[in-house]
């Protein structure tokens, strides 16, 4: 399989969030407005490289036996340093994501990667795998926190496009999360097919 | 349709029945509510069963009239009577969509649906739309539609009765005839007894849901009464208050979404009651009933397999 | 390269060296962004406290910090002139957890702003509390077609929910107003209401026991 296969495998065929249906924690509750979700999505997209890279050069010195706790150790290290950065050079988006960060660490796209593909593949093929995976995450966040943050707050990346009447609050809190997701699943599978 | 597919009567005819309870209920928000009561009701029934239609034909291809079932029909009605009487139209027609796409249709049309579409709807519009779903205009303003006088409902100021401490001047007669605010439906306990009546007369439905969820509030919210005289209303008034007889003999009942067997049914409607006094007299909202019913239609699939009627005949060693 | 057998010594020293090597990498991380993080914390503070006693962001303050109990007491001085004095106050009781709010004070002890620092309310409903406190509706509606109003509805009541300027001394606490108090819920939210309204009352509670302090200062210095 080459580069390219790879990444468009996470992107689009094996879309962590439409086709694999991982990450929900993160994918329902910081989906509130497009932004958040994007936020999310690339904050996950940068750990996930990251972490996919060190452990595909360091998964001959790592004993199958301790590989779990090594592979958290490696992902909850990214998580803490992109936590320390963000929260230094970004301070308004820590502030709305800050809780769901921490998250990051048991995001089951970044173990499920690492398990599924870094153990078993050289680091650049890792690296494009996740590229492929977390913008595929990304951009089904952003097109969930849009439909979301359209129907709930009749805005689209803070740009208000519908009247405030006619706002449904449902679909920004809990609820509306999962009656998006569920819709836009059957919409992919639907287009797939 | 689901429990109906082996016995003599079809799903129109009870859906006829069901109209026909439901008049008593409809005809005095008529009067007590005036021209918004009708209007609410017309674009309800109206739009629930254009969405019905078109989301057969153009989105499932279905040649089927699902619409001559009036089961469309029935939860356009019981959707308006889950609202107030000035409530803007373009909220009606989200509830309708709602109603009928995301809960019934997506689910595979009637029959298949896990809860009451009307039911569903209401609480949506609750969480969506809290302001206009909670402000519920004086009876008897006949001609007033957006511009209605609104004012606390008896459920709001019994609910009232737990922070200040003080008696809610509530009377029981006005509530238990209907001349009090709330949604279209629920106001008058007469007519929805009356409408019970036709109900299990016509056999449509049995006893064992509306009158478990009945006792079964009655008595708790008797015992929370002793206890507590001035924090928690008279049994009475939690009886013929807000929507627990709208809950109890319409919504409660629908056949898709409550048990088969006459035991699942008594722990159903306890269920029902039981967490509709939990949120009337400890929760946040005036009103529990909607969530009660919610709530416990997604257990219905779970008592339906412990209360399985027993087969006589021996099993078959393979 | 062979894969490393998962022999005892093995295992350790792996484990130990990954967490070591990660233990240093954030150390440094830390070491070079702690500096900024303290001073991002420090400018939101004083930006925030700036902005409940209607100072000018450019101009230079000198704060002086005091925590009282749970709360924390900022006296504000411009040139050596006591000018406000803001508190922090925190309430337990939100919808969704600790509301946490800046409120200022002038001499006289009417409220100059507020400025919620933490919370976790409902996006649209109790989150709207940092804009609807300061907002006056109070007489000015807007006129609608009978179409509109037919089809989106009314819109929302005019009502008094705006309380900068207030004085709780003179006034008596805010409430709102199914309490009896005569300060506008925040619509469908008035658990989020509640609790606001709890912490501006602590504030001021604990502004009125310092007030002394703080005048006396401020005279000492002149």
């Known amino acids: ?193 | ?318 | 390269m062979k894969k490393l057998e998962s022999s005892l010594t093995n295992m350790l020293l792996v484990l130990t060296l990954v967490s070591v090597v990660a233990a240093f990498l954030l150390a440094y991380v830390n070491n070079v962004t702690s500096g900024t993080i303290a001073k991002i914390n420090e400018e939101a503070l004083s930006s925030g406290i700036k902005s409940v006693l209607n100072i000018g962001a450019d101009e230079q303050i000198e704060t002086n910090e005091k925590p009282v109990d749970a709360f924390v007491v900022y006296e504000v001085s411009r040139d050596g002139n006591w000018v406000g004095t803001a508190v922090k106050s925190t309430d337990k009781s939100g919808f969704g957890g600790d509301i946490e709010v800046l409120v200022g004070f002038d001499a006289e002890g009417n409220i100059l702003g507020y400025e919620v620092l933490k919370h976790a309310e409902t996006p649209g409903l109790g989150a709207r509390m940092g804009e609807w406190f300061r907002t006056a509706t109070s007489g000015e509606t807007k006129e609608v077609s009978a179409v509109s109003k037919v089809f989106f509805g009314k819109p929302d009541p005019a009502g008094s929910h705006n309380i900068i300027g207030r004085n709780i001394g003179n006034e008596g606490e805010l409430k709102v107003s199914k309490d009896g108090g005569d300060v506008d819920a925040i619509t469908a939210s008035t658990i989020t209401s509640r609790a606001f309204l709890n912490a501006v009352n602590n504030a001021y509670k604990v502004y009125k026991g310092n007030a002394s302090d703080v005048n006396s200062g401020a005279t000492a210095q002149n």
């Not at chain 2, 040649?63 to 803007?88: M, Y």
């Open chain 1, 1 to 193: 399989m080459n580069n390219w296969k790879v990444f468009l495998n996470g992107l689009v065929k094996e879309n962590p969030t439409f086709v694999l249906l991982l990450g929900m924690c993160p994918t329902l509750g910081t989906t509130s407005s497009a932004l958040n979700g994007m936020s999310m999505g690339l904050a996950t997209t940068f750990v996930l490289i990251c972490s996919n890279i060190v452990i595909a050069l360091l998964k001959n010195l790592i004993p199958d036996k301790v590989r779990i706790p090594a592979y958290i150790v490696v992902i909850a290290s990214f998580v803490t340093l992109l936590q320390m950065l963000m929260q230094a050079y970004l301070p308004s988006l820590y502030a709305s994501l800050g809780l769901f960060i921490p998250l990051i660490v048991v995001n089951c796209i970044i173990l499920g990667r690492a398990e599924a593909f870094a153990a078993k593949n050289t680091a650049i093929p890792s690296l494009f795998d996740g590229l492929g995976m977390g913008l595929g995450f990304t951009w089904a966040l952003t097109l969930l926190g849009a439909v979301r943050e359209l129907l709930g707050t009749g805005a689209v990346f803070g740009f208000t496009v519908l009247p405030s009447s006619t706002n449904m609050l449902a679909f920004v809190l809990a609820p509306g999360a999962f009656i998006v997701l569920g819709y836009l699943i059957a919409i992919v599978n639907k287009i797939k097919k």
């Open chain 2, 1 to 318: 349709m689901s429990p109906h597919v082996h016995s003599g009567d079809s799903v129109s005819k009870n859906m006829r029945w069901v109209i026909i309870a439901m008049l008593p209920a409809m005809l005095w928000s008529f009067y007590a509510f005036g021209m918004g009561a009708v209007i609410v009701t017309a674009v309800s029934v109206a739009s629930c069963v254009f969405f019905e239609w078109a989301i057969n034909k153009y989105i499932l291809k279905n040649d089927k009239c699902t619409i001559c079932d009036l089961s469309a029909v029935v939860t356009g009605i019981l959707l308006a009577f889950n609202l107030p009487s000035n409530l803007p139209l373009y909220i009606i027609i989200i509830g309708a969509l709602f109603a009928i796409g995301v809960v019934k249709m997506t689910f595979g049309g009637l029959g298949c649906n896990l809860f009451n579409p009307a039911l569903a709807a209401r609480v949506f519009l609750l969480i969506s739309f809290p302001v206009k779903m909670t402000v519920f205009p004086e009876v008897g303003q006949m001609t007033a539609y957006a511009d209605a006088v609104t004012a606390a409902t008896p459920m709001a100021a019994i609910k009232a009765q737990i922070s200040t401490g003080t008696l809610a001047d509530v009377s029981l007669l006005d509530l238990f005839l209907g001349n009090v605010g709330g949604s279209l439906g629920e106001v008058s306990a007469l007519c929805l007894l009356l409408g019970l009546v036709i109900l299990l007369a016509s056999r449509t439905i049995t006893w064992h849901i509306p009158v478990s969820i009945l006792v079964t509030v009655f008595a708790l919210t008797g015992l929370l009464h002793i206890a507590y005289p001035v924090e928690v209303a008279t049994p009475w008034h939690h009886l013929f208050g807000g929507g627990l007889m709208l809950g109890a003999i319409f919504m409660a009942t629908d056949y898709v979404t409550s048990p088969m067997t006459p035991k699942g049914q008594l722990i159903y409607g306890f269920c029902i009651g039981f967490l509709t006094v939990a949120i009337r007299v400890f929760g946040a909202y005036p009103e529990g009933m909607s969530f009660a019913i919610l709530i416990m239609n997604a257990f219905v699939p779970l008592i339906n397999n412990a209360c399985k009627p027993k087969r006589f005949a021996k099993e078959v060693k393979k």
